[in-house]
């Protein structure tokens, strides 16, 4: 195996993992609660953490190639959502989830929908760094990771094999 693909399959790992792990810390460490966009951040990064452990047991320097990219496109993915969240959080466009607005159903009373609405707003950005949410912070962190695993597994041959 390579050097260059022992450090994809660990940054594979590394990076879905520490932003999850960042992401607990903040929920239970400081109070910063998710909300329904949050959540659909985390599932691409549970899998790509997944994916990357498998990449550490697998035998094959091919089977590890794929799963390492597999990885990285869950972590690309769960970057882009990161980007969508930022812009809903932004005011750029709308978000389509009702955590966004408060939606009143026919024959629903106000004091319903208002009892029924999440606690935390996918629209509001609950902390930011340098004036970038949370969200904007995945998106960054995660497609700059995604990109660079992709390159380092490039490198190692289309085939999967280390290169002659």
Known sequence: MTADLKLARLLALLIPAAL???AYISQYGFGLYPCEMCWWQRWPHF???AIALLAFV???DAAKVWLVRLAAIA???SGLI???HAGVEYGWWEGFTQCTSLEIAEGQSALDAI?????????EVQWSLFGISLAGWNFLISGIGAIV?????????RSGVGRA
């Open 75 to 77: 972590v690309l993915i």
């Open 82 to 84: 990161g980007a969508f």
């Open 20 to 22: 999850l792990a960042g």
């Open 115 to 123: 009892m029924g609405a999440p606690t935390v707003r996918c629209d």
């Open 58 to 60: 697998v035998p094959g």
């Open 47 to 49: 899998a790509a953490v």
């Open 149 to 157: 695993v992709l390159v380092l597994s490039a490198r190692t041959g």
